[in-house]
């Protein structure tokens, strides 16, 4: 079994794997180092990988180091990848953005794949049908945008964002979260609109620790997959194994 880290900007999340299905998850706020003791614990792990977005504390690499199996630490544009980086910075290149991408493309080998991951930050990622990793856009996620209201305006509060969602707010704070809300679903459809234009057989993933409850026209080619990163670091350890 291998185990697959996911540290990000508000959560890491810890995934067992036994080969290429997911067995479990566990998530856990940072510091809660007691978490994957107890799921290593429960499970006989032979491998792992580790990928983070932020900065890991010499605390939890030193349990890293500990645990009674080897942990490749990603990282993108050093570890070797399945895929083909056409990336031009590519140690700039998010570690999650890149798993994604390869765990699209692995999922969907042979077509052409938009991943759109909606957290702090709401990623655009293109694979093509040849394994080529082209790029990507990134935008503001929910909480981002409601936070910006409230701090570059002198008057407008800072809102929740789950609450009442309709088509047009009669208060300050419908007005707002709606604005939000329809904002990152009208951006969703042009981005998956304008590459069906320029690739019809277009297949999309959308995954992200931020569920906003979307509902978008049945014509577009949705799939929702809450594990397309980790399947990606999965694939990535898998493909690294021979250096562990």
């Known amino acids: 079994m291998n185990l697959v880290i996911d540290i990000g900007n508000t959560c890491t999340k810890f995934v067992c794997f036994d080969g290429d299905n997911v067995i479990s998850e566990v998530r856990s706020d940072k510091g809660e180092y007691d978490k994957l003791l107890r799921l290593c614990s429960d499970y006989h792990f032979e491998k792992g990988i580790c990928a983070a977005v932020s900065h890991t504390s010499s605390e939890f690499n030193h349990l890293l180091d500990s645990l009674p ?3 490749l630490r990603f ?3 050093v570890t070797p ?7 031009k910075t590519p140690h700039t290149l998010g570690a999650d953005r890149l798993a994604a991408a390869v765990g699209a493309n ?3 080998p042979g077509r052409d794949v938009l991943i759109i991951d909606v957290g702090t930050c709401i990623t655009f990622d293109f694979v093509n049908s040849s394994g080529e990793y082209l790029g990507g856009n990134i935008s503001p996620g929910p909480t981002m945008r409601l936070k910006a209201f409230h701090e570059f305006t002198s008057k407008l509060p800072l809102i929740e964002r789950r609450g009442e969602v309709s088509e047009l707010g009669d208060t300050t704070e419908l007005a707002l979260r709606n604005g939000v809300y329809h904002g990152v679903r009208y951006e969703i459809e042009g981005y998956i609109t304008e590459f069906l234009r320029k690739y019809p057989q277009l297949f999309v993933y959308l995954t ?3 569920h906003l409850n979307l509902h978008f026209s049945e014509k577009m080619p949705i799939f929702a997959d809450n594990f397309i990163v980790p399947r990606g670091l999965n694939r990535i350890l898998e493909y690294n194994n021979e250096f562990l």
Do not use: A, L
């Open 208 to 210: 992200g620790g931020v």
């Open 75 to 77: 990282e993108s544009g």
């Open 81 to 87: 990848v399945p895929i083909i980086n056409k990336y």
């Open 106 to 108: 692995y999922m969907q």
């Open 69 to 71: 199996f080897p942990v």
